[in-house]
């Protein structure tokens, strides 16, 4: 049995595919909420995948951390992918690349005052996946005049990252974002999305001669040992890797450790759905590959720490603090009131926005 941690709003993300297309591991995939593994006393042996890490808070980090090293030491014969201290999110990850010179682009944190970046760069948060918060931002005055607004939408800016921009568009203008997945030992070639927009987040060009160029993708995974060099370097074991190519180089957006894996199929088109049933032909073998056997009373005694679960509280009441925050200021942004002032006040936000974020700096 595997057991898929996942946090709350995010289980789609395998639920769609056990409806669509693994109603063959429905009987051997069960999905966990956080909120579930850390009230239990006790858990059933079997495989765990910790999903999502990039949601987790720290206290939630730690408290899966401390769960996992229960699970290891029992000697229970389990399997555990993804540490949750361990493996790399967005920032270390992308650094760690750029260090290696694998990624021809270098990344900062926001609030890092002595960053040097390469322009043009953009904006985009650490550890959500909803792509750039802002286009391509040309020198210091546009990246200090966009930080702001970013703030205004709800963002901190302690969780933005600055990227640089890596131009990996073909001789088309076509840029091609490649993904696959790691599931224990095995990479598995997902898709080849391809648009127009340097932002690539779903497809927007669909013909027959891109899904054939998908096709041989998925046959031929050409990149195999490269991505599982690069996984291996991020400590993740179970996850998808988006990237692109520059000059034949793999450059790496970003591992998800909770991605959709792919959407129902009345959402792709026709002549679209033989190769994500070949992908799903992959996916499947891979996932029973990593399960484990265990008699359905074989459990595990769990120990909670009190001060873990009081700085738990702590730090999902500043969460939904931070979620409501976001809400309130995407509801605002509809407003006609907030849309005339911001017309009014944009000259002057642009001219006190480099103020303000070197005061939030410091």
Same mark, same amino acid.
């Given at each position: 049995m595997i057991y898929y941690i996942v946090t709350d709003g995010y289980a789609h993300t395998m639920e769609t595919f056990l409806t669509h297309w693994g109603t063959a591991l429905r009987d051997g995939v069960s999905i966990l909420r956080y909120d579930d593994l850390f009230s239990r006393n006790e858990l059933p042996v079997g495989t765990y995948i910790?999903?999502?890490?990039?949601?987790?808070? #720290?206290?939630?980090?730690?408290?899966?951390?401390?769960?996992?090293?229960?699970?290891?030491?029992?000697g229970?014969?389990?399997?555990?992918?993804?540490?949750?201290?361990?493996?790399?999110? @967005?920032?270390?990850?992308?650094?760690?690349?750029?260090?290696?010179?694998?990624?021809?682009?270098?990344?900062?944190?926001?609030?890092?005052?002595?960053?040097?970046?390469?322009?043009p760069v953009f904006l985009r948060e650490a550890n959500e996946h909803g792509g750039s918060l802002t286009g391509r931002l040309a020198n210091h005055t546009q990246l200090e005049g966009a930080i702001v607004p970013a703030m205004l939408r709800g963002h901190r800016v302690k969780d933005m990252l600055v990227i640089e921009y890596c131009d990996t568009a073909d001789e088309n203008g076509i840029f091609k974002k490649y993904s696959a997945?790691? &599931?224990?030992?095995?990479?598995?070639?997902?898709?080849?999305?391809?648009?127009?927009?340097?932002? &690539?987040?779903?497809?927007?060009? &669909?013909?027959?001669?891109?899904?054939?160029?998908?096709?041989? *993708?998925?046959?031929?995974? #050409?990149?195999?040992?490269?991505?599982?060099?690069?996984?291996?370097? =991020? @400590?993740?074991? *179970?996850?998808r890797i988006d990237y692109s190519l520059l000059d034949g180089e793999i450059q790496t957006w970003e591992i998800n450790t909770n991605p959709v894996i792919a959407l129902s199929p009345d959402e792709y088109q026709p002549f679209h759905l033989p190769v994500k049933r070949m992908f799903a032909a992959q996916m499947v073998p891979a996932m029973v590959a990593i399960q484990t056997d265990a008699e359905p009373d074989d459990v595990i005694v769990l120990t909670q720490s009190s001060e873990l679960l009081k700085r738990?509280?702590?730090?999902? =009441?500043?969460? @939904?603090?931070?979620?409501?925050? @976001?809400?309130?200021?995407?509801?605002?942004?509809?407003?006609?009131?907030?849309?005339?002032?911001?017309?009014?006040?944009? #000259?002057?936000?642009?001219?006190?926005?480099?103020?303000? *974020?070197?005061?939030?700096?410091?």
């Amino acid at each position: 049995m595997i057991y898929y941690i996942v946090t709350d709003g995010y289980a789609h993300t395998m639920e769609t595919f056990l409806t669509h297309w693994g109603t063959a591991l429905r009987d051997g995939v069960s999905i966990l909420r956080y909120d579930d593994l850390f009230s239990r006393n006790e858990l059933p042996v079997g495989t765990y995948i910790f999903a999502d890490l990039e949601r987790l808070a #720290p206290a939630e980090l730690e408290m899966a951390a401390d769960i996992w090293r229960q699970l290891e030491e029992s000697g229970r014969g389990l399997r555990l992918l993804n540490h949750p201290r361990h493996a790399m999110r @967005r920032f270390e990850l992308l650094s760690t690349l750029a260090d290696q010179g694998l990624n021809q682009f270098r990344v900062a944190r926001a609030s890092d005052k002595n960053a040097t970046l390469r322009f043009p760069v953009f904006l985009r948060e650490a550890n959500e996946h909803g792509g750039s918060l802002t286009g391509r931002l040309a020198n210091h005055t546009q990246l200090e005049g966009a930080i702001v607004p970013a703030m205004l939408r709800g963002h901190r800016v302690k969780d933005m990252l600055v990227i640089e921009y890596c131009d990996t568009a073909d001789e088309n203008g076509i840029f091609k974002k490649y993904s696959a997945f790691m &599931v224990g030992e095995t990479v598995i070639p997902c898709h080849v999305d391809h648009s127009c927009d340097w932002v &690539v987040k779903d497809t927007d060009l &669909v013909s027959l001669d891109i899904v054939d160029f998908e096709r041989r *993708y998925l046959e031929e995974n #050409p990149h195999e040992e490269r991505l599982r060099e690069i996984f291996k370097t =991020a @400590r993740i074991d *179970y996850g998808r890797i988006d990237y692109s190519l520059l000059d034949g180089e793999i450059q790496t957006w970003e591992i998800n450790t909770n991605p959709v894996i792919a959407l129902s199929p009345d959402e792709y088109q026709p002549f679209h759905l033989p190769v994500k049933r070949m992908f799903a032909a992959q996916m499947v073998p891979a996932m029973v590959a990593i399960q484990t056997d265990a008699e359905p009373d074989d459990v595990i005694v769990l120990t909670q720490s009190s001060e873990l679960l009081k700085r738990m509280q702590l730090d999902r =009441a500043r969460a @939904r603090r931070t979620r409501s925050r @976001r809400r309130f200021f995407r509801q605002a942004q509809r407003w006609a009131v907030v849309r005339f002032f911001r017309r009014i006040l944009k #000259p002057a936000l642009g001219m006190v926005s480099p103020l303000i *974020y070197k005061a939030t700096r410091q």
